[in-house]
């Protein structure tokens, strides 16, 4: 991912005293450039990178993802087979893809800490599910069905709080550096206000100095011509 607030524009110096040293508009031209054309990145790459995730693996690779890491997630495939639903084995691949494609992507833009949160979210959405399915049916001891639900509960919502935290982590980092970025165009900004007079006499005096040596070198050649 893109790191946000990087810059490459070592164009002005904290030291005001270095303006004056500038004998070229052109110098100052590509600062003016980067503060004017300096926009935020288009979000399209993310959506181009998300359907890659989701659609570059086969139903063998996913099966073996879940296998190793959601194996809940294959009962309702299994369920699906044995009934012969063909629509709802549809779906689970379809949900499965998702799943697999979310954690690819969020490992990539927020470490593997963040994808291992998420697992564990949707892990314990699905064994929540599984036992909310069973003591409705009446399957098993209710005692402990609720117990274990209770478990599974609590373990999403600590799971969720992790991949919060890691968010919100990286979303302050990007703004710190978002903000000094910002202050550091305005000191560039102020500086050029402050010594724009300095910087276009400069300019004029180089734009007139440009046209006298042409004069002279054309003289130079008429001589030397005779």
């Not at 979000?43 to 998300?50: K, L, V, Y």
């Not at 693996?57 to 809940?72: M, Q």
């Not at 709802?88 to 833009?109: K, N, P, S, T």
């Not at 959405?125 to 069905?145: C, I, K, M, P, S």
Request: hydrophobic fraction near 35%; glycine fraction near 6%; charge should be negative.
């Amino acid at each position: 991912m893109r790191g946000p607030g990087s810059s490459s524009r070592p164009f002005f110096s904290d030291d005001p005293e270095i303006i004056f040293e500038m004998n070229s508009f052109k110098q100052i031209l590509p600062i003016i450039l980067t503060l004017l054309l300096n926009l935020p990145a288009s979000g399209d790459d993310h959506g181009e990178e998300e359907d890659r995730h989701l659609n570059r693996r086969t139903n063998a690779e996913i099966t073996s993802f879940l296998e190793k890491h959601v194996p809940e997630a294959l009962e309702r495939l299994r369920d699906a087979t044995h009934e012969e639903d063909e629509e709802a084995e549809q779906e689970f691949w379809h949900d499965a893809r998702h799943l697999v494609g979310e954690y690819f992507l969020i490992r990539e833009d927020l470490g593997p800490g963040a994808a291992k949160a998420f697992l564990g979210m949707r892990r314990g959405e699905l064994v929540a599910d599984q036992l909310t399915e069973a003591l409705h049916e009446g399957d098993g001891n209710r005692e402990e069905l609720e117990k274990e639900l209770q478990e599974a509960i609590a373990q999403h919502l600590e799971f969720h709080l992790e991949l919060e935290r890691i968010t919100l982590n990286r979303d302050r980092a990007e703004l710190e550096e978002r903000v000094q970025e910002m202050e550091e165009r305005e000191r560039e900004l102020e500086e050029l206000a402050t010594h724009h007079q300095e910087i276009a006499r400069e300019e004029l005096a180089e734009r007139l100095g440009e046209g006298e040596e042409d004069l002279e070198d054309e003289d130079s050649e008429e001589e030397d011509s005779e």
